[in-house]
């Protein structure tokens, strides 16, 4: 831990469903939800608006259809929209510092030490926050990020998780144990759901609780990496340093148990929650994998992996899952299992698909509300229709630049309208109709945008 609050953490707030409603003006202020809009689909991002009514990152779309009002706008993700409004974002971080480690599309730490001439105490790192909070949300078109700043990469990041949205947290070097004993446990990074089940069953809710227990306690209930490691982090002891532009190769997850297990239906959850957490941990860095690995450690300490890959990469919590089942199947519990993970690696970026994948069912418009009704005609042509989906950029040879807000009955329902313009004009086309064109996401820079 440093002498001062020098490590500053960035998390970008609700961002995929930031950069929808800077680039469609009709849904500023609306419930967004972005994700998979299909029946087995995913939620991505919820806006602030919609969180308020329940809906959740890693909640299933249908679960956040039942809870928002009717009006919510359900997008497939733009990657290239998020990924263009990245790079600028952490263009202004690499100008504070040339330490900056970006841990997803939408989040980064920064060592404010490594700067030239930086003031660091607790009034200059404040200043200095306040200054790139601005800058980013003009660089970006309104797009805000919540900042911590702390004397090590667990106090920056929780500082920027206490004010959000658009928050800002110094947490004043000495006064650590202070903020962070009264938190739940669940704030430390590593405490899943079944560490958190344990904890909680012995009494340690709190990380001041955590703290309360010695090392040879915890060391018995997480064994000793894990154990080890809780008891550091409730004293706010990490050391971890800020790695520039670091290479992410896999995504994991892993819990060791009290007592060994042999239980296939107790396994099944531990599996089906860490590979929630694998795929929550994947979506929010943009990230899709292609091979899904099973560790496990034996009664006797042996250790063994299982692996398969899979000819399309992924991030779907329950592809995840039943992979890992099957080869949980295959490998055994004779005996019974000490520790279970569950990873997934061979990273690329999200093929547009793998993210925001379209089930057969994702018929309905963005907004159910405010889209005209499409005349009921059969229509036999679907691979025309299935080009389309919901939050699309568009371009019409006439009427121009706009996004695809609803299609089914084969109509493609477009809002014409950009980050530039007012709320724009509805318009119905034929699911094929040779004036429509898929487009790049609009430029939220430009002086000036087409209608």
Known sequence: MRREASVLHLDLDAFFAAVEQRDKPSLRGRPVVVGGVGGRGVVATASYEARAYGARSAMSTAEARRRCPSGTAFLGGRFGAYRATSDVVMELLREVSPLVEPVSIDEAYVDLAAAEGPDLSVDGVTELARGLKERIAAATGGVTGSVGIGSSKLMAKLGSELDKPDGLVVVPPGTELELLHPLPVTRLGGVGPATAERLHAVGVRTVGDLAARSLPDLVALAGRAHGTGLYQLARAEDDRAVVPDREIKSVSAEETFERDLTDRAVLGREID???????????????????????????????????????????????????????????????????????????????????????????????????????????????????????????????????????????????????????????????????????????????????
């Open 273 to 451: 929650a860490m590979a929630a957490r694998v795929g929550g941990r994947l979506r929010a860095g943009a990230w899709s994998g292609r091979t899904v690995t099973l560790k496990l450690r034996r009664y006797d300490f042996t250790t063994l992996t299982r692996s398969q890959t899979l000819p399309q990469p992924t991030d779907d919590d329950r592809l995840i899952a039943g992979i890992a089942r099957r080869l949980l199947d295959e490998a055994g519990t004779a005996g019974g299992l000490r520790l279970l993970g569950v990873g997934v690696s061979g990273l690329s970026l999200y093929a547009q698909g793998d993210l925001f994948s379209l089930g057969p069912d994702a018929d309905e418009p963005a907004g159910a509300d405010d889209v005209p009704a499409a005349a009921p005609e059969p229509e036999p042509d679907l691979p025309a229709e299935r080009r389309w989906w919901p939050g699309q950029d568009v371009r019409h040879d006439e009427l121009g630049a706009g996004w695809v807000w609803g299609r089914g009955i084969g109509r493609v329902t477009v809002r014409f309208e950009g980050p530039l313009t007012p709320p724009g004009p509805v318009r119905t086309f034929a699911a094929d109709d040779p004036a429509l064109h898929p487009a790049d996401p609009p430029d939220w820079r430009a002086a000036t945008m087409e209608p």
